[in-house]
C-alpha cells in the first residue's frame, strides 16, 4: 500500500483549533519540530506518523493534568470545531446537520477519507441510538473518541459516549450511544 498520508485540510482544522494564528511561540516550535511549520504554508500532505506525534504533543502540552488518552480526546472535540471552519468542514459539518446521527455514522468512511488516504470503518447497529464503528488503523484512540464524539454531536445528537470496546493490530471498535 501506498504511504499512509494525512492531508492538510486536518492540519488546517487542528491549527484552527489551537487559535488559527495565535498560536504560541512554544506550541510552534514543537509543532515544527515534528514536521509542521505553522509559520508556513502547509504541505499538501504529511506522513501520518507526523500526525501521530503532533497529536500526542498537543495533548500533553495543552492538557498536561490529564491521562494523555483523555487529553487527546480533547484534542479531537476541538479539532472538530477547528475543522468546520475550513471549506471541506463548513461543507460536511452542514451535511451532517441535515442527515443526523446515524446517517453521519454510515457516512463516516468517506468523511474520515477527506482527511487521509487510508481510513476504512465498518458500522453495526447495536439499537436506535446505539452503534459499534470499527475503524482502521487506531493507534491513539482518545482522537477517534473525541472526533466522532463531537462529530456526532454536531449531527444533532445529545447525551452522546462513545468508548472504546475492543482493539487490536487491525483497528479498534468504538461503541457510540446518545439519547433520542
Same mark, same amino acid.
Given at each position: ?9 486536518t492540519?488546517?482544522g487542528l ?15 514543537g ?7 505553522p509559520?508556513k504554508?502547509l504541505?499538501?500532505?504529511?506522513p ?8 500526542t504533543?498537543?495533548a500533553?502540552?495543552l492538557?498536561?493534568? $490529564?491521562? !494523555?488518552?483523555a487529553? @487527546?480526546?480533547?484534542?479531537g472535540?476541538?479539532?472538530?470545531? /477547528?475543522? &468546520?471552519?475550513?471549506?471541506? #468542514?463548513?461543507?460536511m459539518l452542514?451535511?451532517i ?5 446515524r ?13 487521509n488516504?487510508?481510513?476504512d470503518?465498518?458500522?453495526?447497529e447495536?439499537?436506535?441510538c446505539?452503534?459499534? $464503528?470499527w !475503524?482502521?488503523e487506531? @493507534? ?6 473525541g472526533?466522532? /464524539?463531537? &462529530?456526532v454531536e454536531?449531527? #444533532?445528537?445529545k ?22
Open positions: 500500500m501506498a504511504e499512509k498520508l494525512i492531508f492538510s485540510q492540519f488546517e491549527l484552527r483549533s489551537l487559535g488559527g494564528g495565535k498560536i504560541s511561540p512554544r506550541l510552534a516550535a509543532l515544527k519540530e515534528r514536521g509542521v511549520d509559520g504554508p504541505l499538501p500532505a504529511y501520518k506518523e507526523d500526525f501521530t506525534a503532533v497529536i504533543f498537543l500533553r502540552e492538557h498536561p493534568g $490529564l491521562p !494523555v488518552d487529553a @487527546i480526546t480533547q484534542i472535540r476541538g479539532f472538530m470545531d /477547528g475543522y &468546520g471552519e475550513t471549506m471541506v #468542514g463548513r461543507a452542514a451535511m446537520r441535515l442527515i443526523g446521527p446517517r453521519t455514522l454510515e457516512r463516516v468512511t468517506r468523511q474520515f477519507r477527506t482527511g488516504n487510508y481510513s470503518t465498518r458500522l453495526t447495536r439499537g436506535p446505539e452503534f459499534d $464503528l !475503524v482502521n487506531v @493507534i491513539i484512540p482518545g482522537w477517534y473518541v472526533i466522532i /464524539g463531537r &462529530g454536531l449531527s #444533532g445528537a447525551d452522546v459516549k462513545v468508548e472504546l470496546v475492543s482493539q487490536d493490530a487491525a483497528g479498534g471498535t468504538f461503541r457510540v450511544r446518545w439519547s433520542s
